[in-house]
């Protein structure tokens, strides 16, 4: 079945530690986005990429870093510039046509704590 | 500022009932989602409108574009139903790919 697999669903990081979240599809999808999801408030865009080798910030993009070299594959890495990194990210790709609207598929997310 | 408004941020029903959730924005908009995230954390996409009214099964989004409002009714409601319901929208003249989303709409139904 096609989807979006998100490794690993739970993360642990030191202080002053980087770390990356794997996002994968198999959706043949061109749009990748990554979310942050706190308690209380909505989903946030980090960055977002439209095609390989490309990407742009979203609103909270300070402290992360992606890449995107593959299609299949977008992974976020949590730097160590990030001060508040503990949240639940979430992964999401969609198609890009000639209409805008296109719905956006979700992976399982990654629960990211600090010890 | 543009901000998507949920009501009721928690709502807790008995199965059978017939539950609503409400989505209020504030600027015009090309297309507004409905998502349901389960407790492990996953997200579905429900439906997504730009106008008029979708049906799912049990699920029944509206949406009325002159009010900067949409409904989503689920029918003969169930304890698998139970989850946090999510709207989101992208505004019109806004990034192509952006979405702003609610803060959620948290549903227990109790058996």
């Known amino acids: 079945d096609g989807g979006i697999t998100q490794s690993p669903k739970y993360l642990f990081r030191k202080e002053g530690q980087n770390v990356t979240l794997s996002c994968e599809q198999n959706l043949n999808h061109d749009a990748m986005y990554w979310y942050r999801q706190d308690p209380g408030q909505g989903l946030r865009l980090i960055y977002y990429s439209q095609i390989v080798n490309d990407f742009q910030k979203g609103d909270i993009a300070e402290g992360y870093s992606v890449s995107r070299e593959k299609k299949e594959s977008f992974p976020l890495t949590v730097t160590s510039a990030q001060k508040n990194p503990t949240a639940f990210y979430l992964c999401?790709?969609?198609?890009?046509?000639?209409?805008?609207?296109?719905?956006?598929?979700f992976g399982d997310g990654t629960r990211l704590s600090i010890l | 500022k543009n901000e998507v408004e949920q009501s009721p941020q928690n709502l807790t029903a008995q199965e059978g009932e017939f539950i609503t959730i409400n989505c209020s924005y504030s600027v015009g908009i090309s297309a507004l989602h409905w998502l349901q995230q389960h407790p492990g954390g996953g997200i579905v996409s429900l439906f997504m409108?730009?106008?008029g009214k979708k049906k799912h099964g049990r699920l029944i989004a509206t949406i009325n574009i002159q009010e900067k409002h949409s409904s989503l009714h689920i029918t003969a409601s169930h304890p698998r139903d139970s989850a946090v319901y999510i709207c989101?929208?992208?505004?019109?003249?806004?990034?192509?790919?952006?979405?702003?989303f609610g803060k959620g709409t948290l549903l227990t139904v109790n058996p």
């Open positions: 989101a929208v992208r505004y019109s003249g806004g990034s192509n790919y952006k979405l702003t």
């Open positions: 409108l730009s106008s």
């Open positions: 999401a790709s969609s198609t890009i046509q000639y209409s805008r609207n296109q719905p956006q598929h």
